[in-house]
């Protein structure tokens, strides 16, 4: 568990799926069956799975990023892999599984909102043992994506895997994601939570996860558990709680061009925030470079389209305001 005199020779490592999306947008993207067609604005083939979109925009910010996920021998996880490389994004760790299909995504989005379809495919199969550890020796920072999609795969082994990464010197991070099966973590989430450092749920998520009504009651229940919380509010910005008093961050005020697509945002405001962290930013400080980077987002179709270089999303950030809450 060394590390070079030099440092860490990856910036960052992102663990958890892997999958195009499918991506329609209009105006009314609610399919009818019995047999009808709908037209809609736009289908795009686009970069997918929350691990990925933050690889990708971590990547933009000038990160040494690397992906650890699991993906099929097949067209979907071809594209998945050379999208990723053609951003600079080490995929050595993604392992592909012989004899399952990559997983896809089908979103419908309607301004801020979308319904999301997915078929998980060889996403749920990556474990703790599949993280190369000869990697985790050399990183600065490990974040899990979607942790409610590998609950069952890499769940069991992952607060090892954190403390593995502690102990080698990196600090963690870990964004939820939704729950699909309504559960919402038990003991196994408990451990996982004691050797992570920041949780980065969105407003849903973080009162399903804490089981209070509001935000403000969702805070301190989280921050028990271990982690600094910031808790993501779309357009609404963020707020986060580090020390005893939370603190409200707002949405850049220089934000330029039309709304396109809310996907992503949530995970480009991920890689915003923990390049702020890796460049030796407060808490409060890294969510407002994590609030530049997820808007910028916004103003492209998919989640990294229109996700933005360091400069710009640095320039951004400079226009984001905060106040205690």
């Not at 069952?152 to 939704?178: E, I, K, M, Q, V």
Request: with cysteine.
């Amino acid at each position: 568990m060394s590390r070079d005199a030099a440092g860490p020779q990856v910036d960052l490592l992102v663990i958890g799926d892997c999958n195009p999306d499918v991506l329609a947008l209009g105006g009314d993207v609610t399919p009818e069956f019995d047999q009808r067609e709908k037209l809609v604005d736009v289908i795009s083939l686009v970069v997918g799975g929350s691990a990925a979109i933050t690889a990708l925009a971590a990547a933009r910010l000038g990160l040494r990023v690397a992906l650890a996920a699991a993906v099929g021998p097949d067209p979907a996880g071809e594209f998945m892999l050379g999208q990723l490389a053609a951003e600079g994004v080490d995929t050595s760790a993604v392992v592909t599984r012989p004899s399952m299909a990559t997983g896809m995504t089908i979103a419908l989005s309607h301004g801020n909102d979308r319904a999301i379809l997915t078929a998980t495919g060889a996403m749920t199969s990556l474990t703790a043992d599949d993280i190369p550890r000869g990697l985790l020796d050399r990183v600065g920072h490990v974040h899990v994506s979607s942790y409610f999609l590998v609950e069952h795969s890499l769940g069991p082994g992952l607060a090892d895997l954190f403390d593995y990464a502690h102990r080698c010197g990196a600090t963690t991070s870990l964004d939820p994601n939704w729950d699909p099966s309504g559960r919402w973590g038990g003991d196994q989430l408990l451990g996982v939570l004691a050797n992570t450092d920041v949780l980065l749920p969105n407003d849903q998520e973080a009162k399903r996860l804490s089981a209070r009504d509001t935000v403000g009651e969702a805070l301190p229940v989280l921050r028990a558990a271990g982690p600094r919380v910031v808790v993501k509010l779309g357009p609404g910005g963020a707020i986060c709680l580090d020390g005893p008093q939370p603190h409200r961050i707002h949405a850049p005020s220089a934000l330029t061009g039309d709304f396109v697509d809310a996907t992503g945002a949530g995970d480009c405001f991920n890689a915003g925030l923990i390049t702020g962290l890796l460049d030796g930013l407060c808490l409060m400080a890294a969510a407002s470079l994590g609030c530049a980077t997820g808007s910028a987002s916004t103003r492209g179709a998919g989640g990294t389209a229109a996700a933005p270089d360091r400069a710009a999303a640095l320039a951004l950030a400079a226009t984001v305001t905060s106040e205690p809450a």
